[in-house]
């Protein structure tokens, strides 16, 4: 069975940025894959900020990511960048890490004005983690991410259309790597 895991790189779990990550989490799982989902900010702030890689919970985290088949990279953007949060968590993965994983980088950001993040940013980083199948990514601006009631968030049309290309690409390049899908 294909295992992919989702790394949360938002410094809170009310960001927008869930939207898009429960959003994958749920689509990936309707197609049979097992899905685990790694909120960097639920780490002890101490064990990412010291690079603790003796502790408990970064050896834990460490091997959700080792044993995935696919990574899906997502951060909010600050800066022209991804967030800090989610670099702390980056420098504690091994240079190649990212060896023989699919990776798909999910972005959110305040406005159009980011979109090359991804490209200038985030890409670069999985790529010297090893990552040498990185799909084209999904950047989203947070209008159309909203906050429902219920505490989920919506999508917006084009945001789900193309989120839904991305992971089909991700589904299909798992099958296409002989990564069985039930």
């Known amino acids: 069975m294909s295992h ?5 790189g938002a410094p809170s779990k ?4 869930t939207g898009l990550t429960d959003y994958s989490e749920h689509k990936l799982a309707e ?5 685990e989902v790694i ?18 919970f970064v050896r834990d985290a460490l ?17 022209a960048s991804y967030s800090g949060v989610l670099k702390l968590f980056l420098d504690l993965i091994p240079q190649e890490g990212l060896r023989g994983k699919v990776s798909l980088p999910l972005v959110i950001g305040g406005s159009i004005a980011h ?14 983690l090893g990552g040498r199948h990185i799909l084209g990514g ?3 601006v947070d ?5 429902l009631d219920d505490g989920k968030y919506g999508l917006s049309e084009d945001i789900t259309a193309r989120l839904d290309r991305s992971l089909d690409e991700l589904i299909l390049t798992l099958e296409k790597d002989g990564i069985t899908i039930t």
């Not at 992919?4 to 949360?8: D, G, L």
């Not at 197609?31 to 899905?35: D, L, M, P």
């Not at 979109?115 to 010297?128: G, T």
């Open 4 to 8: 992919v895991v989702i790394i949360a």
């Open 14 to 17: 009310r960001s927008r940025l």
């Open 31 to 35: 197609a049979g894959i097992t899905v």
């Open 39 to 56: 909120h960097v900010a639920d780490l002890p702030a101490e064990d990412l900020v010291q690079a603790r890689f003796d502790s408990s």
């Open 63 to 79: 091997a959700v990511v080792e044993a995935a088949d696919a990574v899906i990279v997502a951060t909010p953007v600050y800066k």
């Open 115 to 128: 979109l090359l993040a991804i490209d200038y940013a985030l890409k670069p980083v999985l790529a010297a």
């Open 138 to 140: 999904v950047y989203a």
């Open 143 to 147: 209008q159309g991410v909203d906050r």
